[in-house]
């Protein structure tokens, strides 16, 4: 029996999933990596640990399951988005630590080249932020002495985490992206499907440091355990392949570190006034599809700084019951704005807050009010989408570590008002990737067969009195706006 072997390469660990014929998951492996936190608002990563970590996910995943890259039919790659490299064509070393894409320290960067947000929007569907990858490759030059010149004499190449990991696995053969990879770097214009020269001239980017870019499901090349590289996606767009959303209106969203919101949107792009993103969803053979992305840069980030930095839990899975041990908050709104705000708000200057402490509040108070962060920013997103879109959204696929959180769900349920849908393999972003990467060579026969294999595990309704979801939400808005007007020296 041959397998289907996803690399999900993420934020804060690496892994590997092998997938079955019916796309269920036989085996995996996990390795954490540590991020470095150099300044207030910085994240890097040393991506030489990354591409360490995913070599040894897919030999452990290899050995402990007696399999060879022959027992492989092909990989899949899928990754933390944005996140930069830069590194040297002849070594193959970085130049600077990967700058991942949570990190807020190319700010002034896109200060500078604000009189440009109208033309960047238009040929990106994005809009300028340090979230995005070319402020943060301007940073990488202007940071390494000597680093301009070697990118404009051709020595140095970039890459998100999927074109790192490629070339590594390939020995130096494969410098490519997919265009959902692509469509994230401030770079790549979606309407012609291409590297922009005007775009690049803005940052001062040589356009010989990128990649090619290929449809999503496409044959990369071998790598150096045989098996072809035949998938690659962003993770949120491999999540949102993951849940089926194959049909214009289909929506889903994936609780990780972050919160990422994402409806297809069809086979041509619907540009936001509103705060989202238009993205390119994936590309399979000559066909493109498109998304709207509303992305929260604190989700399940929340619950690892309150178990991390307050000491108030000694395991993420604690939450559940800490929450569900009090009534109530107890008044408290809880805004984790530690790396500012994302849709609809795009405050990089916003911080973290806490309101309507008492002498009463408890530990678990907190912790519940922490888990309803996360709903409440999901659902700034889902009203701007349902608002821009006029679709009405009436189940909402979800994914992602923190869907394990019972109270979460129930709870993200009533304050949208909505249905939510588990599924039954909530690795959605490695599945999703495995079955773009096993359509290519017909692992996957197609969409429709994709469709009747995939299943679900539990759901849930709304049951919270509509005045009372009017109430809270209310209250939350007042939150994010007193955070917004505080300034943090």
């Known amino acids: 029996m041959k397998y289907v072997l996803a690399i999900d390469q993420g934020t804060t660990s690496s892994r590997t999933m092998l997938f079955d014929e019916r796309g269920k998951p036989v085996a995996t492996a996990q390795k954490e990596i540590q991020c470095k936190y150099p300044h207030s608002g910085w994240v890097e990563v040393d991506a030489i640990d990354v591409w360490l970590s995913?070599?040894?996910?897919?030999?452990?995943?290899?050995?402990?399951?007696?399999?060879?890259?022959?027992?492989?039919?092909?990989?899949?790659?899928?990754?933390?988005?944005?996140?930069?490299?830069?590194?040297?064509?002849?070594?193959?070393?970085?130049?600077?630590?990967?700058?991942?894409?949570?990190?807020?320290?190319?700010?002034?960067?896109?200060?500078?080249?604000?009189?440009?947000?109208q033309l960047i929007h238009s040929k990106t569907g994005l809009i300028i932020n340090p979230y995005f990858s070319a402020s943060k490759i301007r940073f990488i030059l202007d940071t390494v002495p000597g680093a301009q010149e070697m990118a404009e004499n051709g020595e140095l190449i970039f890459g998100t985490?999927?074109?790192?990991?490629?070339?590594?696995?390939?020995?130096?053969?494969?410098h490519a992206t997919d265009v959902s990879n692509a469509s994230r770097t401030l770079l790549y214009n979606i309407s012609t499907m291409s590297w922009d020269e005007e775009l690049c001239k803005i940052f001062n980017i040589p356009m010989s440091?990128?990649?090619?870019?290929?449809?999503?499901?496409?044959?990369?090349?071998?790598?150096?355990?045989?098996?072809?590289?035949?998938?690659?996606?962003?993770?949120?767009?491999?999540?949102?392949?993951?849940?089926?959303?194959?049909?214009?209106?289909?929506?889903?969203?994936t609780y990780g570190t972050g919160c990422f919101m994402l409806m297809n949107t069809g086979d041509k792009p619907t540009f936001s006034n509103n705060g989202l993103l238009t993205t390119v969803a994936w590309q399979i053979e000559d066909k493109v599809t498109y998304a709207l992305e509303g992305s929260v840069f604190v989700g399940g980030a929340v619950i690892q700084w309150v178990r991390d930095e307050m000491k108030l839990i000694n395991k993420s899975s604690e939450s559940e019951d800490m929450a569900n041990s009090v009534k109530n908050t107890g008044g408290i709104y809880i805004v984790p704005a530690f790396t500012g705000l994302g849709t609809p708000y795009w405050d990089?200057?916003?911080?973290?807050?806490?309101?309507?402490?008492?002498?009463?509040?408890?530990?678990?108070?907190?912790?519940?009010?922490?888990?309803?962060?996360i709903a409440y920013q999901s659902k700034d997103v889902f009203e701007v989408m349902k608002q821009e879109t006029g679709i009405v959204i009436n189940d909402l696929g979800v994914d992602g570590g923190a869907t394990a959180n019972k109270y979460l769900m129930q709870f993200q349920s009533d304050i949208l008002e909505t249905n939510i849908?588990?599924?039954?393999?909530?690795?959605?972003?490695?599945?999703?990737?495995?079955?773009?990467?096993?359509?290519?060579?017909?692992?996957?026969?197609?969409?429709?067969?994709?469709?009747?294999?995939?299943?679900?595990?539990?759901?849930?309704?709304?049951?919270?009195?509509?005045?009372?979801?009017?109430?809270?939400?209310?209250?939350?808005?007042?939150?994010?706006e007193a955070t917004r007007l505080f300034k943090s020296e």
């Open 421 to 480: 849908k588990l599924p039954a393999c909530l690795e959605t972003t490695a599945l999703g990737v495995a079955y773009m990467a096993g359509l290519h060579t017909g692992f996957y026969k197609s969409m429709d067969e994709i469709k009747k294999i995939h299943s679900y595990q539990a759901s849930y309704s709304p049951s919270l009195d509509k005045s009372e979801v009017t109430r809270k939400y209310k209250n939350w808005k007042l939150a994010v």
């Open 348 to 373: 990089d200057d916003a911080r973290g807050a806490i309101f309507g402490l008492t002498r009463g509040t408890n530990s678990a108070q907190i912790v519940r009010a922490c888990l309803e962060s």
């Open 54 to 117: 995913v070599a040894d996910c897919i030999n452990e995943v290899l050995v402990k399951n007696d399999l060879t890259g022959d027992d492989i039919d092909s990989i899949g790659i899928t990754n933390q988005r944005e996140t930069t490299v830069v590194w040297n064509k002849k070594t193959g070393k970085p130049i600077y630590n990967a700058i991942v894409w949570q990190s807020r320290q190319t700010t002034a960067i896109c200060e500078s080249v604000s009189d440009k947000k």
């Open 209 to 253: 440091m990128l990649p090619t870019v290929n449809p999503s499901s496409f044959n990369y090349g071998d790598t150096i355990y045989g098996a072809p590289i035949t998938g690659v996606l962003g993770d949120q767009q491999a999540a949102l392949f993951g849940q089926t959303c194959f049909e214009k209106g289909d929506c889903k969203n």
């Open 161 to 174: 985490m999927d074109t790192w990991v490629m070339y590594k696995l390939s020995k130096g053969k494969i």
